[in-house]
């Protein structure tokens, strides 16, 4: 199945027409022909803008742009080499493990059922020299032309090469400079080499320093270390000092250091003077800010972090780390994880943290009540790990013949919230997860050592956790004596001839006991003749999961709900007898007169 837009399915046919070459006959076909008339294929047109409906192709599209993003900038290439990045991001991806296949399987491993042979993967980007073939040789000629690396070719061992002159090739014969970004313009300066003194300044922005004072420590302890090295080079050398790699070099790192925004940074290693170079270039990335593209980084405050590492280099981030601190105090209370190793064929899913903001009314900012949500990565569970998914939800209809019940009776209307819902529910599937960002796994007293966590409990995300609390919730209210509606079956409602508890009293005027309760997850809306009975209810759900009164409502799914009594009085007042008043009362206090001739209101009928 082959879902695409009709823009795109234009921008698609228009790309061939410009490019020269004619549409394929499929494109042509389906673009003419009804759809009815092809067997075994159906598109299916999505709406425009709404690129979530894409599923998953929508999110390898992401990837493969923001893998891209990084060549280039690593690169330091234009814009006008995406197209080359891409292809290459997508050609390493189909030479990579994913985790849509199990550990270590790579997608050309599954297609040619034999290994990837990555002894032809090169630096993208960087300079490379390709050798002319004899036949070609100008006599006194060169014998090879400079040029930039910059993808490979499917089921053939050779690379692509763009020349400083722009023009492609295709060649076997290829010397690279890993250690030198390719650049069009020709200039007989390597990288490898220090810029001659009156080299024009560069027009890159120069990364400001903001050093900590653990950064500082940083650079003193790099200093001293060259120093060693040099002295220890010097005199294993015979005298003569070997040069320095670039990457060892004190500029090389003083520029990873400049990037550095975080407030703190951890203490040296301890080998750091004898470090060798790959773990040294390990160290220096983990020192270097994850976005080096944005710099200096200016954060909204007005908005919650986007993801972990965003809430740790936030300037509040304490209050970020002491929210989910609260949320992983929580979980672990309510026995959601469990350390254990992960059996053979069986895969981890992902968690991450999700941050938001309370406000007041007006708006503003609820300081001090942050919050952190660990969510399971639930897109990539695989069938095997869930069952029934569905779990209804309150509808607006019900909603509104509820609150008209209510206003017509003159029901009280109060809202109760549950606290940390789905972790009330355990599972009944075997699921994994990866380690909490921030949170190591806990040891455990066996003699393998947990790579993972198993999830007891529904958390947020998993495909089941909302049918799984619907099936908890419903279970605790009939055993209360609530009945599901089986119109919608998230209104649970019951009519109490006798009081259900000695501290329950029955109405003044001798009616029964009345309770509506509306489910919308974790949030409900109640209706009821009765305070007691209420109290005695959620007392009752208490015992399983956690509830808790918020009073009578005003705000329920963004509807804003006014319970105004005194309107009816007043309209009853005016003339309007019985239940008359409810549907006149609007009239009256508009100020508008009735008229004589006028129909009856549907709603008087059903009076």
């Given at each position: 199945?082959?879902?695409?837009?009709?823009?795109?399915?234009?921008?698609?046919?228009?790309?061939?027409?410009?490019?020269?070459?004619?549409?394929?006959?499929?494109?042509?076909?389906?673009?003419?022909?009804?759809?009815?008339?092809?067997?075994?294929?159906?598109?299916?047109?999505?709406?425009?803008?709404?690129?979530?409906?894409?599923g998953?192709?929508?999110?390898?599209?992401?990837?493969?742009?923001?893998?891209a993003?990084?060549?280039?900038?690593?690169?330091?290439?234009?814009?006008?080499?995406l197209?080359?990045?891409?292809?290459?991001?997508?050609?390493?991806?189909?030479?990579?493990?994913?985790?849509?296949?199990?550990?270590?399987?790579?997608?050309?491993?599954?297609?040619?059922?034999?290994?990837?042979?990555?002894?032809?993967?090169?630096?993208?980007?960087?300079?490379c020299?390709?050798?002319?073939?004899?036949?070609?040789w100008?006599?006194?000629?060169l014998?090879?032309?400079?040029?930039?690396?910059?993808?490979?070719?499917?089921?053939?061992?050779?690379?692509?090469?763009?020349?400083?002159?722009?023009?492609?090739?295709?060649?076997?014969?290829?010397?690279?400079?890993?250690?030198?970004?390719?650049?069009?313009?020709?200039?007989?300066?390597?990288?490898?080499?220090?810029?001659?003194?009156?080299?024009?300044?560069?027009?890159?922005?120069?990364?400001?320093?903001?050093?900590?004072?653990?950064?500082?420590?940083?650079?003193?302890?790099?200093?001293?270390?060259?120093?060693?090295?040099?002295?220890?080079?010097?005199?294993?050398?015979?005298?003569?000092?070997?040069?320095?790699?670039?990457?060892?070099?004190?500029?090389?790192?003083?520029?990873?250091?400049?990037?550095?925004?975080?407030?703190?940074?951890p203490?040296?290693?301890?080998?750091?003077?004898?470090?060798?170079?790959?773990?040294?270039?390990?160290?220096?990335?983990?020192m270097?800010?994850?976005?080096?593209l944005?710099?200096?980084?200016?954060?909204?405050?007005?908005?919650?972090?986007?993801?972990?590492?965003?809430?740790?280099?936030?300037?509040?981030?304490?209050v970020?780390?002491?929210?989910?601190?609260?949320?992983?105090?929580?979980?672990?209370?309510?026995?959601?994880?469990?350390?254990a190793?992960?059996?053979?064929?069986?895969?981890?899913?992902?968690?991450?943290?999700?941050?938001?903001?309370?406000?007041h009314?007006?708006?503003?900012?609820?300081?001090?009540?942050?919050?952190?949500?660990?969510?399971?990565?639930?897109?990539?569970?695989?069938?095997?790990?869930?069952?029934?998914t569905?779990?209804?939800?309150?509808?607006?209809?019900?909603?509104?013949?509820?609150?008209?019940?209510?206003?017509?009776?003159?029901?009280?209307?109060?809202?109760?919230?549950?606290?940390?819902?789905?972790?009330?529910?355990?599972?009944?599937?075997?699921?994994?997860c990866?380690?909490?960002?921030?949170?190591?796994?806990?040891?455990?007293?066996?003699?393998?050592?947990?790579?993972?966590?198993?999830?007891?409990c529904?958390?947020?995300?998993?495909?089941q956790?909302?049918?799984?609390?619907?099936v908890?919730?419903?279970?605790?209210?009939?055993?209360?004596?609530?009945?599901?509606?089986?119109?919608?079956?998230?209104?649970?409602?019951?009519?109490?001839?006798?009081p259900?508890?000695?501290?329950?009293?029955?109405?003044?005027?001798?009616?029964?006991?009345?309770?509506?309760m509306?489910?919308?997850?974790?949030?409900?809306?109640?209706?009821?003749?009765?305070?007691?009975?209420?109290?005695?209810?959620?007392?009752?759900m208490?015992?399983c999961?956690?509830?808790?009164?918020?009073?009578?409502?005003?705000?329920?799914?963004?509807?804003?709900?006014?319970?105004?009594?005194?309107l009816?009085?007043?309209?009853?007042?005016?003339?309007?007898?019985?239940?008359?008043?409810?549907?006149?009362?609007l009239l009256?206090?508009?100020?508008?007169?009735?008229?004589?001739?006028?129909?009856?209101?549907p709603?008087?009928?059903?009076?």
């Amino acid at each position: 199945m082959v879902w695409i837009s009709r823009e795109d399915f234009a921008i698609c046919i228009a790309s061939h027409a410009s490019s020269g070459s004619t549409p394929s006959i499929l494109m042509i076909t389906l673009a003419i022909v009804p759809l009815p008339l092809f067997c075994g294929i159906e598109i299916q047109v999505i709406v425009p803008y709404a690129h979530s409906q894409n599923g998953k192709a929508e999110w390898y599209i992401h990837t493969l742009e923001d893998s891209a993003q990084m060549l280039l900038a690593d690169a330091s290439l234009p814009p006008e080499f995406l197209s080359d990045a891409v292809l290459t991001v997508q050609y390493l991806h189909n030479h990579s493990p994913t985790s849509t296949l199990p550990a270590p399987l790579t997608l050309y491993e599954v297609l040619k059922k034999k290994k990837p042979d990555l002894s032809h993967f090169r630096v993208w980007g960087c300079q490379c020299f390709s050798l002319i073939p004899p036949e070609c040789w100008i006599k006194g000629g060169l014998q090879q032309y400079e040029g930039i690396f910059v993808g490979y070719e499917k089921g053939c061992i050779g690379w692509h090469v763009r020349s400083t002159s722009d023009e492609y090739y295709f060649s076997r014969d290829v010397i690279f400079n890993e250690n030198a970004h390719g650049s069009l313009r020709h200039s007989p300066h390597l990288l490898l080499s220090p810029p001659p003194p009156d080299a024009p300044p560069s027009s890159h922005p120069i990364c400001p320093h903001l050093l900590t004072e653990q950064g500082q420590a940083y650079l003193d302890t790099v200093c001293q270390r060259d120093e060693r090295l040099a002295h220890h080079k010097h005199s294993s050398h015979g005298g003569v000092p070997p040069a320095l790699h670039p990457q060892q070099s004190l500029v090389a790192i003083d520029g990873f250091l400049a990037l550095v925004m975080a407030s703190s940074l951890p203490d040296p290693p301890l080998n750091f003077f004898s470090i060798e170079l790959d773990i040294l270039l390990e160290q220096k990335s983990l020192m270097a800010w994850p976005d080096p593209l944005h710099l200096p980084h200016v954060f909204n405050l007005s908005k919650p972090p986007d993801n972990f590492c965003e809430a740790m280099a936030h300037p509040d981030a304490d209050v970020w780390c002491s929210a989910m601190g609260c949320e992983h105090s929580s979980l672990m209370e309510h026995g959601v994880f469990k350390p254990a190793k992960l059996p053979t064929g069986r895969k981890a899913i992902g968690v991450c943290w999700v941050y938001a903001y309370k406000y007041h009314p007006d708006g503003s900012i609820i300081k001090g009540k942050e919050e952190a949500r660990l969510i399971a990565q639930g897109f990539s569970q695989q069938p095997k790990d869930y069952g029934t998914t569905y779990a209804p939800v309150t509808k607006l209809t019900s909603i509104c013949i509820v609150l008209v019940l209510a206003t017509k009776n003159d029901y009280e209307i109060l809202i109760y919230d549950v606290k940390t819902a789905f972790l009330h529910a355990l599972l009944d599937r075997i699921i994994f997860c990866k380690h909490i960002p921030g949170f190591p796994i806990p040891s455990t007293d066996d003699s393998s050592p947990a790579d993972v966590l198993q999830i007891i409990c529904a958390v947020y995300g998993l495909q089941q956790s909302s049918h799984e609390f619907y099936v908890l919730l419903h279970g605790i209210l009939e055993s209360i004596g609530l009945i599901r509606c089986e119109v919608d079956h998230a209104v649970f409602y019951s009519h109490f001839s006798q009081p259900p508890h000695p501290s329950i009293l029955m109405p003044s005027n001798s009616e029964d006991l009345v309770i509506f309760m509306l489910v919308h997850v974790d949030d409900g809306l109640v209706a009821t003749n009765s305070l007691p009975l209420y109290h005695w209810i959620l007392a009752e759900m208490n015992k399983c999961i956690e509830v808790v009164d918020q009073g009578a409502v005003s705000l329920y799914l963004g509807i804003w709900i006014t319970h105004d009594c005194e309107l009816i009085f007043e309209a009853s007042a005016e003339g309007a007898p019985g239940c008359q008043c409810i549907s006149r009362a609007l009239l009256y206090h508009l100020e508008l007169s009735v008229c004589p001739h006028a129909c009856s209101l549907p709603f008087d009928q059903c009076c």
